[in-house]
């Protein structure tokens, strides 16, 4: 541990702040649906979740390894370059959450490692067999592969309890749902929060403090997961209310489909040691729920602003990755001027933020935004015959009295 040195401890440091980004930005993956049905007290299913998360931490190194080990060349990093990658992913982080929009803080993390790579080593530094298989591809697959098995869950779900007791059968769905959301938020802490431990490995590793191609330290897989649950627990509200309410209308079933379809996913792809997106997988889980219901629907508008966020995520995440390792290569002035200048954006999201707070107590509160034709209709409707009254007799004086006449008799 000698050689742990100050640019080494910010790039923990700050490592750990992503991490905590991470889990409020996430919550909505595992508790979204939960909260949405009414299964869950919002921080009750908060608690329950970071909980989980800390847990699922422990449980395997695979994710870990493939972001210290496989997508980039370690050889030739140094910290710097994994600072200004989690710069990229931090700011892309709170900017998405700050506009309530479920991307994904996988690829943010990502991208910012392969921009803040390229631009510091070249793309050869950059494994472009293991960004195909074990971060692309995925990313495509998964939400198509859970979006389906979620449709098909649901409409399983409603054929088997169609004459069921109606109210037997929502209170069985909704303990399902608390066990499935579980299950979601340990897969989470199982992929999500060995990601922070992979880049602190990989930190590590550059600066000389462990051997190449170690596992994560003990420590580093606890403060990962500590860091992880602190932030579910804090919960990313903003999202909760997106991936909850803004997607679709959810019932007891099909939040069950929906959850029990992606924590398969997340947890088989952990095995595999694929870095996947646990935002991709529960978003399309919870749309195909809402497919699987007869007369669901889906809200497409809501649903392609989160696809084009999903596109957005890596070169994004890459250019500003890019932007910070030019800076900070400038020697020690520019590292702190980049710490400087991601703190203070952070503090200015915080505070756009507060002008309209989302919590626990509003989060299921959503104004659904009015089609255009509605407004159209709205805007040419005449308005209650009281109401036109009111205004006509506000608006138009009443008549004056006539003069006296000069001819009238004297009395």
């Known amino acids: 541990m000698e050689n742990f040195s100050l640019i080494l401890a910010i790039v923990v440091v700050t490592a750990l702040a992503f991490d905590f980004t991470n889990?409020?930005?996430?919550?909505?993956?595992?508790?979204?649906?939960?909260?949405?049905?009414?299964?869950?007290?919002?921080?009750?299913?908060?608690?329950?979740?970071?909980?989980?998360?800390?847990?699922?931490?422990f449980?395997?190194?695979?994710?870990?390894?493939?972001?210290?080990?496989?997508?980039?060349?370690?050889?030739?990093?140094?910290?710097?370059?994994?600072?200004?990658?989690?710069?990229?992913?931090?700011?892309?982080?709170?900017?998405?959450w700050l506009v309530g929009l479920p991307s994904s803080s996988s690829h943010a993390l990502m991208g910012g490692l392969i921009g803040a790579t390229i631009a510091s080593a070249g793309t050869g530094a950059v494994h472009g067999d293991a960004l195909v298989t074990k971060v692309l591809l995925p990313a495509i697959a998964a939400p198509l592969v859970a979006g389906l098995a979620a449709m098909f869950a649901t409409r399983f779900s409603y054929s088997i309890s169609k004459n069921a007791d109606g109210e037997a059968t929502r209170k069985g769905?909704?303990?399902?749902?608390?066990?499935?959301?579980?299950?979601?938020?340990?897969?989470?802490?199982?992929?999500?929060?060995?990601?922070?431990?992979?880049?602190?490995?990989?930190?590590?590793?550059?600066?000389?403090?462990?051997?190449?191609?170690?596992?994560?330290?003990?420590?580093?897989?606890?403060?990962?997961?500590?860091?992880?649950?602190?932030?579910?627990?804090?919960?990313?509200?903003?999202?909760?209310?997106t991936m909850g309410k803004g997607l679709?209308?959810?019932?007891?079933?099909?939040?069950?489909?929906?959850?029990?379809?992606?924590a398969t996913a997340i947890l088989a792809s952990s095995h595999l040691?694929?870095?996947?997106?646990?935002?991709?997988?529960?978003?399309?889980?919870?749309?195909?729920?809402?497919?699987g219901r007869k007369g669901g629907a889906v809200r497409w508008s809501t649903a392609t602003r989160m696809v084009v966020a999903w596109a957005l995520?890596?070169?994004?995440?890459?250019?500003?990755?890019?932007?910070?390792?030019?800076?900070?290569?400038?020697?020690?002035?520019?590292?702190?001027?980049?710490?400087?200048?991601?703190?203070?954006?952070?503090?200015?999201?915080?505070?756009?933020?507060?002008?309209?707070?989302?919590?626990?107590?509003n989060v299921n509160d959503v104004e659904q935004p009015t089609g255009v034709v509605t407004a159209a209709i709205a805007a040419v409707t005449p308005p209650p015959a009281g109401t036109v009254t009111e205004e006509l007799t506000a608006?138009?004086?009443?008549?004056?009295?006539?003069?006296?006449?000069?001819?009238a008799p004297a009395v």
């Open 23 to 57: 889990g409020f930005h996430d919550t909505a993956n595992a508790m979204a649906t939960t909260i949405s049905t009414g299964a869950l007290k919002p921080k009750v299913a908060v608690a329950m979740s970071a909980t989980l998360n800390l847990v699922g931490a």
């Open 59 to 96: 449980l395997s190194v695979e994710v870990a390894n493939t972001i210290s080990k496989g997508l980039v060349d370690e050889t030739g990093i140094r910290p710097e370059v994994i600072f200004a990658a989690l710069v990229g992913a931090i700011l892309w982080n709170l900017l998405t």
């Open 173 to 241: 769905y909704r303990a399902g749902q608390i066990a499935s959301a579980g299950l979601v938020s340990l897969a989470h802490g199982t992929n999500d929060a060995q990601k922070t431990m992979g880049i602190i490995t990989l930190a590590l590793i550059a600066g000389g403090v462990i051997a190449p191609d170690s596992n994560p330290p003990t420590w580093v897989i606890l403060s990962a997961g500590l860091a992880i649950a602190l932030g579910t627990y804090i919960g990313g509200w903003r999202i909760i209310r």
């Open 248 to 262: 679709t209308d959810l019932q007891p079933q099909q939040g069950f489909a929906a959850q029990t379809s992606a």
């Open 273 to 291: 040691g694929f870095s996947l997106s646990t935002t991709h997988v529960v978003s399309g889980s919870v749309m195909g729920a809402g497919l």
């Open 313 to 361: 995520t890596l070169p994004a995440a890459a250019l500003v990755a890019a932007l910070a390792e030019s800076v900070t290569d400038l020697g020690d002035w520019g590292t702190a001027v980049v710490a400087v200048l991601l703190v203070a954006a952070s503090v200015a999201i915080w505070r756009i933020s507060r002008r309209e707070v989302v919590d626990h107590s």
């Open 395 to 407: 608006t138009i004086p009443a008549p004056a009295p006539a003069p006296a006449s000069d001819s």
